[in-house]
């Protein structure tokens, strides 16, 4: 949702690696930004409303990213897809820092636009093959932020290194940074951020961006 320089610039990133791309604005002279050579599909409306969502087919959408020019669309546009159509991956951009916490608290991804980038974007609505935030001089080793199933919730921090063979080298909670104790506990909102060996990042975003095994489950 938003067909603003950052919205254009996501959605043609998102194309050219491949995917279906659908782009919702409320001005239809926005696609413009879009360019001549977009194949995905250009929806005119209101980003919250379900009219409009719908035709931009969200029943069937793997992710959404509220990136308009206003923060209040933002989260009610994220909050819908998220609470009414199941999506899981969602993103919204918002312009007050201040704002953030609140935000999280309801389980939204959120970057203010001081620090937002299309990449950004991108390693929280496309787990499995984002790019790292940060790697050594030889490349091996990277601290990325990986998905985190909801069933995760509650474990310990130590609980999780453990299952996927990382370290957890800090955690963003509420808009702040954190560097987290081995008794520190995953919750609802927290963004991890991993040091891994690069060749294993993957494996270790299947892992994480699944249901932890439990004793006892068929």
Known sequence: MGCGRVGASLARALE???????????????????????????VTGVGFDRETLEAADIRNAYAFAAVSSGDNSNILAARVARENYGVEHVVARIYDPGRAEIY?????PTVATVRWTTDQILRRLLPQGHLPELTDPSGRIVIADVPVDAGWVGERISSIEAAAGVRVAFISRLGQGMLPRPDTVFQDGDLLHVAALREELGSVERILDSAPAREGRN
């Open 104 to 108: 999280q608290r309801l389980g939204i």
């Open 16 to 42: 050219g690696a491949g995917h279906d791309v659908a782009v919702v604005d409320s001005d239809e002279q926005a696609f413009r930004r879009l360019g001549t050579d977009f194949a995905g599909r250009r």
